[in-house]
């Protein structure tokens, strides 16, 4: 088949729109094979890895990709989430405890933990893209992740006006929940944390490069 000029771009649209379509109804249907509790981690895991293969040459069969990768990470998976999950749990109930006080003094602690607690699902949205990316422990992808978004400010402002964009679409257009609604997200999320690890490495080797040359 054709693959360039208009037939081409429309082909490739199609065949991207039909496999995030295919991916957003597999993580649904993973997420639920686990209770939701131990699929949501393990089945976001297999979403990006799949996004992120579909952007290279190493593009692989989706449904089988994601399979693998789902029974692989499960374990795995389900353990990164258990630390999120505990992690957010208690930010929440310290935010909640701090803005309930009525200890004046507690009270002051309110901002620094709301503040805390947005560092903290900033990182999140890293943490997926980075541990498919990179072969490392649980802490070394949190940390890692943590590391990258301080480093990347322009690449979280992509994904906060991702997910704003998102919302707004499910807002205004509910049929695309059970197609697009997370498949888009993450894709949103997989491209701004690829160029965030590119300028990572780029900062890196050129720091590198300079302690050479000393």
């Known amino acids: 088949m054709k693959t360039d000029g208009l037939t081409g771009l429309v082909y490739k649209l199609s065949n991207w729109l039909m496999k995030l379509a295919l991916l ?13 509790i131990f699929g949501l981690s393990p089945a976001t895991i297999a979403l990006f890895a799949v996004i992120r293969k579909l952007g290279t040459d190493q593009e692989e069969p989706v449904l089988r990709t994601f399979f693998h990768v789902y029974k692989k990470e499960f374990l795995r998976g389900n353990l990164m989430g258990i630390i999120l999950m505990m992690i957010g749990l208690i930010s929440y109930f310290d935010i909640q405890f701090f803005k309930e006080t009525s200890h004046s003094f507690l009270q002051l602690f309110y901002f620094p933990f709301v503040f805390l607690n947005c560092i903290f699902y900033l990182t999140v949205m890293y943490i997926f893209p980075t541990y498919v990316h990179y072969n490392a422990s649980i802490l070394q992808v949190i940390k890692n992740a943590f ?68």
């Open 24 to 36: 957003n109804i597999l993580w649904i249907l993973f997420s639920l094979l686990g209770f939701v």
């Open 147 to 214: 590391l990258i978004m301080i480093m990347n400010p322009p690449s979280s402002l992509y994904m906060i006006t991702g997910i704003i964009i998102v919302y707004l679409g499910i807002i205004y257009i509910p049929a695309i929940i059970p197609f697009y609604s997370v498949s888009i997200l993450a894709l949103i999320i997989m491209v701004s944390s690829t160029r965030a690890f590119q300028k990572t490495e780029q900062k890196k080797n050129a720091i590198e490069s300079k302690n050479v040359s000393i």
